[in-house]
């Protein structure tokens, strides 16, 4: 009976009804996946305990993440889309339990918001942290055409101020304390820059001391310098680039490309900048040469599985990790497919190795 608003006396009371039979109460509806939404692959005891081992200095992870074919070793069966693995893949990601970084490479062809990278930090766990390409217009000492071929010298390569305000500003105020690594990396250089290369040096240091300050937002945070050109790595000029690195305090990116020379022969300058951070993007296997990354590309799609193993490269990585995290110094290591054929399986690799050598 409904409550009288207005004052008038209750109508009667009619006549009770018979009882009737109670219904069983509704079981809870099953939660129903978002359309846009992915999810992770299921619980993994042995992964799970592999990351449980990996000291917290250690980040691997991979470069960018929207790959379809890491069905059921990032994400669940389910079947998804390119577009929507870059959009919302990150959060599923971020639940790997060896996946603790990733490299952002996109923001190398066209510069990222605050809000963009806002959002990325918000799908990752509070230890995640990122490493982040600088945008190639502040890179490149060429402007490019589609075909990547230079048409013309560029007036804003190494610009300081585009520099912060196209790249390390907006990546500190929306990753926040989620920085791991900002790394300009330098395109190849045309020929009469690397006949200067003292020049350009000067020119990437003036860049590097511009900028803010990172660890009051992000303490493990760290600049980083990448090439893609081997004369960088000349013993006689080698000293004289790990000062200026060491000046702004910024560190050296290993290069595991076909272009540059092999891990071993970089180790030399990360010794004259110790003690410090390690910060590695290993990009293509020397398997296909310096101008393979298409055919590594066209062999390896749909990276769900190892191609090419490249051990001397795994059992390094693996002994660097180990002594420079041993030392209390944060590593940073991201994987592209096109090393080995399926990243996250390059990553399990590590894990393993530095699980192995833990026991030894």
């Not at 066209?298 to 090419?308: A, I, L, N, Q, T």
Request: proline share 11%; aromatic share 6%.
């Amino acid at each position: 009976m409904q409550d009288d608003l207005f004052g008038d006396p209750p109508s009667p009371p009619s006549a009770p009804a018979p009882p009737q039979p109670q219904a069983e109460p509704a079981a809870a509806p099953a939660r129903r996946k978002r359309a846009a939404e992915v999810s992770p692959a299921p619980p993994d005891a042995t992964l799970q305990a592999l990351g449980a081992a990996l000291s917290p200095r250690v980040r691997l992870g991979t470069s960018s993440w929207s790959y379809p074919g890491w069905a059921n070793l990032v994400w669940d069966g389910g079947s998804y889309s390119d577009s929507l693995l870059s959009r919302e893949g990150l959060t599923a990601y971020g639940q790997h339990p060896l996946l603790r970084t990733v490299s952002v490479d996109r923001s190398f062809y066209r510069p990222l918001t605050q809000d963009q990278y806002a959002r990325h930090a918000a799908q990752v766990p509070d230890d995640f942290r990122f490493v982040v390409k600088a945008p190639s217009h502040v890179t490149d000492a060429m402007v490019r055409g589609e075909d990547g071929r230079g048409l013309q010298p560029n007036p804003a390569f190494l610009d300081p101020v585009l520099a912060t305000q196209d790249f390390v500003a907006p990546a500190l105020a929306g990753l926040g304390h989620k920085v791991g690594a900002l790394v300009f990396q330098l395109s190849p250089l045309p020929r009469h820059l690397l006949h200067n290369l003292p020049l350009v040096l000067q020119r990437v240091r003036t860049l590097l001391l511009a900028q803010p300050s990172l660890s009051p937002t992000a303490p493990d945070g760290v600049l980083a310098l990448e090439v893609r050109d081997p004369e960088w790595l000349d013993p006689v000029f080698m000293p004289e680039l790990a000062a200026v690195l060491r000046e702004a305090g910024a560190t050296w990116c290993l290069c595991l490309h076909a272009k540059m020379p092999r891990l071993a022969d970089q180790l030399p300058l990360l010794r004259k900048l110790w003690p410090g951070p390690m910060v590695c993007r290993w990009n293509l296997n020397p398997l296909h040469g310096a101008y393979g990354y298409e055919d590594a590309q066209r062999e390896y799609s749909p990276y769900d599985r190892v191609h090419d193993v490249d051990q001397d490269t795994r059992d390094l990585l693996v002994r660097t990790i180990a002594g420079v995290s041993g030392a209390g110094q944060n590593v940073y290591v991201t994987i592209s497919n096109k090393a080995e054929g399926c990243a996250p399986l390059s990553v399990r690799a590590l894990a393993e190795g530095l699980l192995a050598g833990r026991k030894a």
